[in-house]
């Protein structure tokens, strides 16, 4: 309750207030200890600090002109003079401290200007920087308002991409059981092929089986056929060889029959000449014909022939 009636206070009377609680604290009034006790107090401040200045003066003031007007009852007047006396001394001494306050007051004002001028500069930079700001954000909304027409866009898009992921799943989920039952009967394919694998591979040793015995005797009649050969082509040398003979024997066969035909043109001119001797001498005893004795010669050249082809 008390709280809410200092905060209904005016600002001179709430710095009245303050004054007085720092003076019956033994504290000199100054415009931070009246901050302190205002914000203690109240959990605020009022006025700028030349108001509370001139606050705190008024207050100086009204308690020198309470203290001069009142009569100290019961002194002796020497007495009284002397209180009057040092009253005006302390009261000399508290206006000479108060202008050096206020002196020191005035120093602080001059900061608080140029602290105000440099914070209305910046208050101007702040301005430019909300105009600044302001276009960006005009530009901000209606980039805003271009996203959220995209994302509308996008979410309709989505929900069409959400159906036909359904689609999708649904249609996945078939080719799932369908591939569920291809792989079975992949897997029994496998089966069956691994059967089959087992039975080729007996087969394959059986077939290599044979084709070892096969090759064994493809090699034995391969060398049975290579001494044939050899034999044969030993004999067809031997043949060579003996036709060589024939023939030289042939030519020399020719040769002699080729005398022998020579011998028997002479022997037939001769025989002519003997025939035409005959009939001029029909007395002499007749000669044998030539030609009875070429039979004989033919039949050795015969015999000679079929040697030379044994």
């Known amino acids: 309750m008390m709280l809410d009636t200092i905060r209904q206070l005016t600002r001179q009377e709430l710095t009245w207030r303050a004054c007085d609680a720092l003076?019956?604290?033994?504290?000199?009034?100054?415009?931070?200890?009246?901050?302190?006790?205002?914000?203690?107090?109240?959990?605020?401040?009022?006025?700028?600090?030349?108001?509370?200045?001139?606050?705190?003066?008024?207050?100086?003031?009204?308690?020198?002109?309470?203290?001069?007007?009142?009569?100290?009852?019961?002194?002796?007047?020497?007495?009284?003079?002397?209180?009057?006396?040092?009253?005006?001394?302390?009261?000399?001494?508290a206006s000479d401290a108060l202008a050096g306050e206020r002196d020191a007051l005035g120093l602080d004002k001059a900061a608080a200007d140029r602290l105000v001028a440099q914070a209305r500069e910046k208050t101007v930079a702040a301005v430019d920087l909300a105009n600044a700001l302001t276009t960006r954000l005009d530009i901000a909304t209606e980039t805003i308002a271009g996203r959220d027409d995209t994302i509308r866009r996008l979410e309709d898009a989505l929900a069409e991409a959400r159906a036909m992921s359904t689609a999708k799943d649904e249609r996945l989920a078939g080719v799932a059981d369908e591939l569920t039952r291809t792989a079975q009967q992949y897997a029994a394919g496998l089966i069956e092929l691994e059967g089959a694998r087992r039975h080729s591979l007996l087969?394959?040793?059986?077939?290599?089986?044979?084709?070892?015995?096969?090759?064994?005797?493809?090699?034995?009649?391969?060398?049975?056929?290579?001494?044939?050969?050899?034999?044969y082509r030993q004999k067809a040398s031997s043949?060579?060889?003996?036709?060589?003979?024939?023939?030289?024997?042939?030519?020399?066969?020719?040769?002699?029959?080729?005398?022998?035909?020579?011998?028997?043109?002479?022997?037939?001119?001769?025989?002519?000449?003997?025939?035409?001797?005959?009939?001029?001498?029909?007395?002499?005893?007749?000669?044998?014909?030539?030609?009875?004795?070429?039979?004989?010669?033919?039949?050795?050249?015969?015999?000679?022939?079929?040697?030379?082809?044994?």
Not at 45 to 61: L, Y
Request: net charge positive; hydrophobic share 40%.
């Open 23 to 93: 003076a019956a604290a033994g504290k000199k009034p100054s415009i931070n200890l009246v901050r302190e006790w205002t914000i203690a107090s109240t959990g605020a401040k009022k006025g700028s600090d030349g108001d509370v200045q001139k606050d705190i003066n008024s207050w100086f003031d009204d308690v020198l002109k309470l203290k001069r007007d009142s009569v100290i009852d019961g002194l002796p007047d020497a007495v009284g003079s002397l209180a009057r006396d040092l009253w005006r001394l302390a009261v000399d001494c």
């Open 203 to 231: 087969q394959i040793d059986q077939a290599r089986g044979e084709s070892r015995h096969w090759k064994g005797e493809f090699e034995r009649v391969d060398h049975e056929n290579r001494t044939t050969l050899e034999t």
């Open 239 to 310: 043949l060579a060889t003996e036709l060589a003979g024939a023939r030289g024997r042939l030519s020399a066969i020719e040769e002699a029959l080729t005398a022998a035909r020579a011998r028997n043109a002479a022997l037939e001119q001769s025989v002519a000449a003997q025939a035409a001797r005959q009939e001029t001498e029909p007395r002499l005893r007749p000669i044998a014909p030539a030609t009875k004795r070429l039979p004989a010669v033919g039949k050795g050249m015969a015999s000679a022939l079929r040697r030379r082809k044994l």
